[in-house]
């Protein structure tokens, strides 16, 4: 537990967060493109938007357990890298989806029908026009969603982290080892806590540096984009 | 009176239950400049976008009529939008070029059209900009965004775009409301340039501009086409007491 390093848990939290982000990006920012471009503004998307905003609210630990419900028993998955990063992946969606919404928003009208008055269809215009225009605000939210899904015990707790384990994932149904619930080992469920701690202290900081570290990229995506074709 | 490239019979629009264009009949000459005056909310922009059939974008919006280009009338409901506003470009009240590079910009149109290869592309960006006199001052900037251009060369830019896919009619609604003199002179002899080649519909509230640019000027009120005809009998000697009163200053 407390030799060789902690690369394993390392390794873990980039891959379900990784896994994570290919659930939740291509579902939120769809969806997002739906709502906001091609639904009606009518009592159904207005309800669907509701729950949107209310899901982002509802605790991890109810998602921990839907993970448990769907994912892993239901669908099969058992306790595993695949059934953390979707469950990981469903807590960061009403965020994504929530962050492209408004960024799809901000683009101007006038942008829009400038592409329509040269021929374009709707999903062209979208396509070519609507979405680079978005790209940093999409981006930017879809990286912080990420660095919050790095960060998060409860979802995974049930879904495939392991207490311990002597090999990396070798495959997405293998379980895997996360800082976050590493850190919580190592400070409630060792033996020998008041030795450990500057173990535990240690995976801390790397945890921190980790989310620090993405979200430093949301930043710097973001400055890049708007550096090159939007307004200084 | 020339050949007329637009012929509006009898037009009509809605927005839900409240009437924006009432009864308009009024033929656009060909390869003539014709402005649309009249007082903030009379329907001159919604006349405008209803020969493009941008109105197809607000689902309250109903047309009844007919808007015949070149003897085909354009509102039936089994008209290819994308050809139309191929045929029929629109240049903005304030400059919207897309967040791309200039050449991208003008490329836009011909790309999502397919209206020429990627080896010409090089060139038909080159002419375009060419025609609306901003070649010499982007030509070493291509890659550059173009939103870094001044408001004037934005329109301009905006102008080229639109030109780029070769269209027959080019509506402006506005086009100088945003910009500087100097910039609105060089967009006049823009616009007296394009004439040569296209018919221009322009919408304007500044009647010094009118009378510049256009040779037949058509006064609106309150969504209802007053008096339309040359330029200089619009606002001569208009037949009409509401044109005069307008033309004179005396409202709007």
């Given at each position: 537990?407390?030799?060789?390093?902690?690369?394993?848990?390392?390794?873990?939290?980039?891959?379900?967060?990784?896994?994570?982000?290919?659930?939740a990006?291509?579902?939120?920012?769809?969806?997002?493109?739906?709502?906001?471009?091609?639904?009606?503004?009518?009592?159904?998307?207005?309800?669907?938007?509701?729950?949107?905003?209310?899901?982002?609210?509802?605790?991890?630990?109810?998602?921990?357990?839907?993970?448990?419900?769907?994912?892993?028993?239901?669908?099969?998955m058992?306790?595993?890298?695949?059934?953390?990063?979707?469950?990981?992946?469903?807590?960061?969606?009403?965020?994504?989806?929530?962050?492209?919404?408004?960024?799809?928003?901000?683009?101007?009208?006038?942008?829009?029908?400038?592409?329509?008055?040269?021929?374009?269809?709707?999903?062209?215009?979208?396509?070519?026009?609507?979405?680079?225009?978005?790209?940093?605000?999409?981006?930017?939210g879809?990286?912080?969603?990420?660095?919050?899904?790095?960060?998060?015990?409860?979802p995974?707790?049930?879904?495939?982290?392991?207490?311990?384990?002597?090999?990396?994932?070798?495959?997405?149904?293998?379980?895997?080892?996360?800082?976050?619930?590493?850190?919580?080992?190592?400070?409630?469920?060792?033996?020998a806590?008041?030795?450990?701690?500057?173990?535990?202290?240690?995976?801390?900081?790397?945890?921190?540096?980790?989310?620090?570290?993405?979200?430093?990229?949301a930043?710097?995506?973001?400055?890049?984009?708007?550096?090159?074709?939007?307004?200084? | 009176?020339?050949?007329?490239?637009?012929?509006?019979?009898?037009?009509?629009?809605?927005?839900?239950?409240?009437?924006?264009?009432?009864?308009?009949?009024?033929?656009i000459?060909?390869?003539?400049?014709?402005?649309?005056?009249?007082?903030?909310?009379?329907?001159?922009?919604?006349?405008?976008?209803?020969?493009?059939?941008?109105h197809?974008?607000?689902?309250?919006?109903?047309?009844?009529g007919?808007?015949?280009?070149?003897?085909?009338?354009?509102?039936h409901?089994?008209?290819?939008?994308?050809?139309?506003?191929?045929?029929?470009?629109?240049?903005?009240?304030?400059?919207?070029?897309?967040?791309?590079?200039?050449?991208d910009?003008?490329?836009?149109?011909?790309?999502?059209?397919?209206?020429c290869?990627?080896?010409?592309l090089p060139e038909r960006?080159?002419s375009?900009?060419?025609d609306?006199?901003?070649?010499?001052?982007?030509?070493d900037?291509?890659d550059?965004?173009?939103?870094?251009?001044?408001?004037?060369?934005?329109?301009?830019?905006?102008?080229?775009?639109a030109?780029?896919?070769?269209?027959?009619?080019?509506?402006?609604?506005?086009?100088?409301?945003?910009l500087?003199?100097?910039?609105?002179?060089?967009v006049?002899?823009?616009?007296?340039?394009?004439?040569e080649?296209?018919?221009?519909?322009?919408?304007?509230?500044?009647?010094?501009?009118?009378?510049?640019?256009?040779?037949?000027?058509?006064?609106?009120?309150?969504?209802?086409?007053?008096?339309?005809?040359?330029t200089?009998?619009?606002?001569?000697?208009?037949?009409?007491?509401?044109?005069?009163?307008?033309?004179?200053?005396?409202?709007?």
């Open positions: 537990m407390t030799e060789g390093g902690i690369f394993p848990a390392i390794f873990g939290t980039t891959l379900v967060t990784l896994l994570s982000t290919l659930v990006a291509p579902l939120g920012i769809g969806c997002a493109i739906y709502l906001n471009e091609y639904a009606a503004d009518n009592i159904y998307t207005r309800l669907i938007r509701a729950s949107i905003r209310n899901l982002a609210g509802v605790p991890s630990i109810v998602y921990g357990l839907f993970g448990v419900a769907i994912f892993v028993q239901w669908m099969g058992g306790t595993s890298v695949l059934a953390a990063g979707c469950t990981l992946g469903l807590l960061t969606l009403p965020s994504v989806i929530t962050t492209t919404e408004e960024a799809l928003r901000n683009v101007p009208r006038l942008t829009r029908e400038g592409a329509f008055a040269l021929g374009a269809t709707k999903w062209e215009t979208v396509r070519t026009v609507v979405l680079p225009s978005a790209v940093p605000g999409i981006l930017t879809v990286i912080l969603a990420l660095s919050r899904a790095a960060g998060e015990t409860a995974i707790l049930f879904t495939g982290v392991a207490f311990y384990t002597r090999y990396l994932p070798g495959s997405v149904f293998d379980t895997f080892m996360a800082l976050p619930y590493h850190l919580y080992v190592l400070s409630t469920q060792h033996h806590i008041e030795e450990i701690r500057p173990l535990a202290y240690a995976t801390a900081l790397t945890l921190i540096l980790l989310v620090f570290l993405l979200n430093l990229t930043f710097w995506v973001r400055s890049k984009y708007s550096n090159k074709y939007h307004m200084p | 009176m020339d050949h007329s490239k637009i012929d509006i019979q009898h037009l009509n629009l809605f927005f839900a239950d409240k009437q924006v264009l009432k009864n308009i009949s009024l033929r000459p060909a390869g003539k400049i014709t402005a649309l005056i009249g007082p903030s909310g009379c329907g001159k922009s919604t006349l405008l976008r209803s020969l493009n059939r941008m197809d974008l607000s689902p309250q919006a109903r047309l009844t007919k808007v015949m280009l070149d003897n085909v009338n354009i509102l409901g089994n008209t290819n939008v994308v050809n139309l506003r191929r045929k029929v470009g629109m240049v903005f009240q304030k400059p919207n070029p897309f967040p791309k590079s200039i050449f910009n003008i490329a836009y149109g011909l790309k999502i059209n397919d209206l290869s990627k080896q010409e960006v080159e375009s900009l060419r609306s006199f901003l070649w010499e001052e982007v030509k900037d291509l550059k965004s173009a939103l870094e251009l001044s408001g004037g060369q934005q329109q301009r830019l905006c102008i080229a775009r030109i780029a896919v070769a269209p027959e009619v080019i509506l402006m609604d506005e086009p100088c409301s945003a500087d003199p100097i910039s609105t002179a060089k006049e002899e823009l616009m007296l340039r394009l004439r080649k296209y018919t221009l519909l322009i919408v304007t509230h500044n009647m010094q501009q009118a009378q510049r640019v256009a040779d037949y000027t058509a006064f609106m009120y309150l969504g209802e086409l007053i008096e339309f005809g040359e200089e009998q619009v606002f001569g000697a208009p037949g009409q007491e509401l044109t005069r009163n307008y033309v004179e200053g005396h409202f709007g």
